[in-house]
């Protein structure tokens, strides 16, 4: 795998600077780029889209005088968090007629996203699962204070509200998430020690060793976007997981390889079938146990799991 290669910014790619203005904003915006990826990935769940939003965001920031600007940060935070809320309600219009279970798209992360836990529990699968149940301005200002602690003020001019709007919707937004998020902070030893043995499991096709890994409302979710095989609907039981687990380790037989990585800062597996990447598995540990799997076959969710990618709050 060529998960060595981190994505960078590539100051070319936003044009040739024209002059001493045009170098700064390229200068300024490449400084920002991986928090703004971020932010919009985060608020997307999809990292194609969040790279539309960083196009849209330079073609923005290219335009604006710095001399105007007192916080670039904030400004730049500001625009993404606009363009991402465009799209934010035109793909809630699209995964209605997704076909099956919709999933986040997984990024191979570098090393660094998993030693900030914050960082790292904002970007986990189960996290993004629970932000799509949030209204998209709740979602925003979620992210915008929750995750980048940013000042009310800045966030009510980056979702068009007042501030006390921003406070009341921060206030319903937390609660929503804290009743939906996983109720256990799992060190990363947990999650290596389980993940360890559900490759285990997997790859010698034990049942029993499966069930022993998988918590007993065990959910898994498979996302093949209508173009690779996947399960229609959620499955929840250890016993019914297992069983699927071991009969599609039976049908691929000795063509299954799996090997761990780092998807959204915790411990995941991908896995192939005669060398090529079939899908990623992420994983909702709680209490040693196995409590979701995220099973990720659509192929245009996988380009992310070639290289790593370079997250920044």
């Not at 997307?44 to 790279?51: I, K, M, N, T, Y």
């Not at 200002?141 to 406070?167: C, H, N, T």
């Amino acid at each position: 795998m060529s998960g060595g290669q981190v994505d960078a910014a590539e100051p070319l790619s936003y044009g040739e600077p024209a002059d001493s203005a045009a170098e700064a904003a390229i200068e300024v915006f490449v400084a920002h780029r991986k928090l703004l990826f971020t932010v919009a990935y985060e608020m997307l769940g999809s990292a194609a889209d969040a790279e539309d939003v960083l196009q849209e965001t330079w073609l923005r920031w290219a335009g604006v005088d710095l001399d105007t600007v007192r916080d670039q940060r904030a400004y730049l935070v500001r625009i993404a968090t606009r363009q991402a809320l465009i799209r934010l309600r035109t793909l809630g219009r699209r995964r209605e007629s997704y076909v099956g279970p919709w999933l986040p798209e997984p990024l191979l992360t570098t090393p660094d996203v998993a030693e900030d836990v914050e960082l790292a529990d904002s970007v986990s699968m189960a996290m993004l699962l629970v932000l799509e149940t949030l209204a998209p301005t709740e979602r925003a200002v979620f992210v915008l204070r929750e995750v980048f602690d940013l000042d009310y003020d800045e966030i009510a001019e980056a979702v068009g509200k007042s501030q006390a709007a921003v406070r009341q919707i921060a206030h319903r937004a937390r609660a929503h998430v804290a009743a939906r998020r996983p109720r256990d902070v799992v060190s990363p030893n947990e999650t290596r020690a389980a993940l360890q043995a559900f490759q285990r499991a997997v790859e010698t096709g034990d049942l029993q060793r499966l069930l022993d890994i998988l918590a007993p409302d065990v959910v898994l979710l498979s996302d093949g976007g209508g173009i690779k095989k996947a399960l229609a609907q959620p499955v929840v039981g250890a016993g019914k997981v297992a069983r699927l687990l071991a009969a599609g380790l039976d049908r691929f037989g000795t063509e299954v390889s799996v090997e761990p990585v780092q998807v959204n800062g915790h411990p995941g597996l991908v896995m192939r079938i005669n060398g090529e990447i079939d899908g990623v598995v992420a994983m909702r540990i709680e209490e040693g146990l196995v409590a979701g799997v995220y099973f990720i076959r659509n192929p245009h969710k996988l380009s992310r799991v070639e290289r790593q990618t370079a997250l920044s709050r």
